[in-house]
């Protein structure tokens, strides 16, 4: 059976496939935090050389790996919008923004909390700790020229292109620590393989997974509310059940 | 080294625990909570919004 995607490309029509998918998403994510939270403390042992302390990573890594990817989905919506005018993609670029900000924000704090024990210190201005700072600023940017501008679809012109340029700062997060002399140590998963204790990579892949189905989740939410104030005065936004109660 | 170094290399789980995870679960419950709010003050513009129209 040929699925139509282009179908889902309408608001009116992801309206509602976003309200179903929402749960498929969302039981998951808490199933697998729980499940990793689990595995990641009371499984996984302790590290020869970081004690206890490691087992930040389990939240650290996965809000890294996702406030860059989130940042790319981002901005490849916005470049969708921009190019072929659609009005969904626009709207998804939107959702996303806040999600990743936060993601961005638990990737820095977490990392502040391993530093301190490890480096001796909060923050240091190391080549990986800054870019991901400035993808911070990036997404909180974004998030602000988007709600300056009144008309929204200028302000999803001027937020896309903003969405764009930044794009560059990804792969610099990315490589910087092959890049740069940095603190910050290189990644320990690799296509070759890994020296990581299998406890660890089941908890780390776990909590990966439950951050990507709650940020879908979240998005899919938060973009129902984004179409709903877009197309407010469209007839079939009166016609929904739940604006007719 | 300052009483935080001291207790955070005695007590290294609640420190991680509190610092990190709690805040990330707090910040997750904080995104529902506004995603939830946001979707409810929009639910209610858009009925007024609608109703306002059947009246004229």
Redesign the interface.
């Known amino acids: 059976m040929a699925i139509n995607w282009f179908k889902y490309a309408a608001p009116t029509t992801f309206y509602g496939l976003a309200g179903k998918l929402i749960p498929w998403f969302a039981v998951p994510a808490v199933i697998l935090f729980a499940t990793g939270l689990y595995i990641g403390f009371f499984v996984a042992p302790t590290d020869a050389q970081q004690g206890e302390f490691y087992r930040i990573m389990f939240i650290h890594v996965p809000a890294s790996i996702l406030s860059m990817f989130l940042y790319l989905v981002m901005a490849g919506y916005a470049a969708l919008g921009l190019v072929f005018n659609t009005r969904l993609s626009a709207m998804m670029a939107t959702a996303v923004a806040p999600t990743g900000a936060l993601f961005a924000f638990i990737s820095l704090w977490t990392g502040a909390l391993w530093g301190k024990p490890m480096w001796g210190a909060w923050w240091l201005w190391d080549a990986r700790l800054t870019s991901e700072l400035i993808l911070l600023f990036l997404y909180l940017g974004f998030i602000a020229l988007h709600a300056s501008i009144d008309d929204p679809r200028r302000a999803d012109r001027a937020a896309a292109l903003l969405a764009i340029v930044g794009s560059v700062n990804v792969p610099i997060i990315y490589f910087s620590v092959k890049w740069w002399n940095t603190l910050h140590q290189g990644s320990t998963i690799k296509f070759s393989g890994t020296t990581m204790h299998v406890a660890m990579q089941q908890a780390l892949f776990t909590m990966l997974a439950a951050c990507w189905l709650y940020a879908i989740a979240v998005v899919l939410a938060r973009v129902r509310s984004i179409i709903l104030e877009r197309e407010r005065n469209t007839a079939w936004i009166a016609e929904l059940a739940e604006v007719k109660q | 080294m300052t009483g935080l170094?001291v207790w955070?290399?005695e007590n290294?789980?609640v420190?991680?625990w509190l610092?990190?995870?709690a805040?990330?679960l707090l910040?997750?419950a904080v995104?529902?909570a506004m995603?939830?709010h946001?979707?409810k003050i929009?639910?209610q513009?858009?009925?007024l919004?609608?109703n306002a129209?059947d009246e004229e």
């Open positions: 170094d955070m290399r290294p789980l420190y991680i610092g990190s995870y805040v990330a910040i997750f995104e529902i995603v939830k946001k979707r929009t639910l513009q858009v009925r919004m609608r129209g």
